[in-house]
């Protein structure tokens, strides 16, 4: 654990070809060989990045300025703020506060999708029929056909309001989509392009500006964060219950994943942003870079909670 942190606390990048010792000398972590990727949203850069965790190798890396985005779009994808993995792990879906929300194929970095809902997008999710659903934190969930013919969606489908929506996720065993906003927890019910509200659920006093909001890997669970307090939701209950973490507030992103991964989590040092991710729990850092501005942080791993196991587009 010592030389993993000597490893993390360095502000010099791991140069190529560093990597696990196979016995004979070292082998190169690629995005296809490494085993615990964490993708980032970097603000300072505009980018979209992919890290071997351990190492802290740049494995991909993603801007709209070297995307098929006519340039004059380019501008909605500056500030990133989220992107998770979808697809069995092969697409990233992508926010960003200047306005946009993008699908990208990691394979070859294509964008299969991409709208501007505008409002401030914080967060999106894929439907049951592909559709996406993003959340913007002005004060709506807009709902867009995904079609990857034409990449480009100009219209929405549908518009729904909801006070500070920060997050979105997919409830697969409920047939039903999640969004925590202002200070309550909200149940839709999706059909034909339509969220229809199925009820809002309060959540404990003084526990307003609801921020991110993830399944907690393997459970039946879920991680919500507001300005004060960080939650354990359960939806079967529709009860919140506070989570052990090293810091309650202005916890800006939480992630979970298998067996032996670590809890990490983002909160501001600076403004809105932060140049480390850390351990949720102790708040030990994991990642650093001096001159990131990194607003939210997940693992690349699958996500049940919400997907089939085998989710294709």
């Not at 190169?28 to 060989?33: A, C, K, L, M, P």
């Not at 997919?170 to 989509?177: E, F, N, P, Q, Y």
């Amino acid at each position: 654990a010592a030389v993993l942190l000597a490893a993390c606390s360095k502000d010099e990048p791991v140069l190529p070809g560093e990597g696990e010792n196979n016995g004979g000398g070292f082998t190169e972590v690629t995005i296809d060989t490494s085993d615990r990727q964490l993708i980032i949203t970097e603000q300072a850069s505009a980018s979209i990045m992919i890290y071997d965790q351990p190492s802290r190798k740049l494995l991909w890396e993603w801007t709209a300025s070297d995307s098929a985005i006519p340039a004059s779009r380019q501008k909605w994808f500056r500030l990133p703020d989220e992107a998770r993995t979808v697809y069995n792990r092969t697409c990233l879906l992508v926010t960003a506060s200047g306005g946009g929300a993008a699908l990208i194929r990691i394979r070859d970095k294509k964008v299969l999708f991409y709208a501007k809902p505008d409002g401030n997008p914080h967060s999106a999710e894929v439907l049951p029929d592909n559709n996406i659903v993003v959340a913007s934190s002005d004060g709506y969930l807009t709902v867009y056909e995904c079609d990857t013919v034409r990449c480009y969606a100009k219209d929405f489908l549908s518009r729904t309001e909801l006070a500070s929506a920060h997050n979105v996720v997919w409830d697969r065993s409920r047939g039903c989509l999640w969004s925590a906003g202002g200070e309550s927890m909200h149940r839709y019910a999706y059909a034909d392009g339509q969220l229809t509200l199925v009820r809002s659920t309060p959540l404990p006093a003084g526990c307003g500006d609801a921020h991110d909001l993830t399944p907690v890997y393997g459970t039946d669970q879920l991680l919500l964060s507001t300005n004060s307090r960080c939650f354990r939701y359960d939806p079967t209950t529709d009860t919140a219950a506070e989570t052990q973490s090293f810091q309650q507030h202005a916890i800006k992103s939480i992630s979970t994943g298998p067996f032996g991964y670590t809890t990490v989590c983002t909160r501001p040092t600076e403004s809105w942003w932060s140049p480390e991710v850390l351990n949720f729990s102790s708040g030990v850092q994991l990642f650093f870079m001096r001159d990131y501005r990194i607003y939210k942080a997940r693992w690349r791993v699958e996500t049940p909670f919400s997907y089939p196991e085998r989710h294709e587009l």
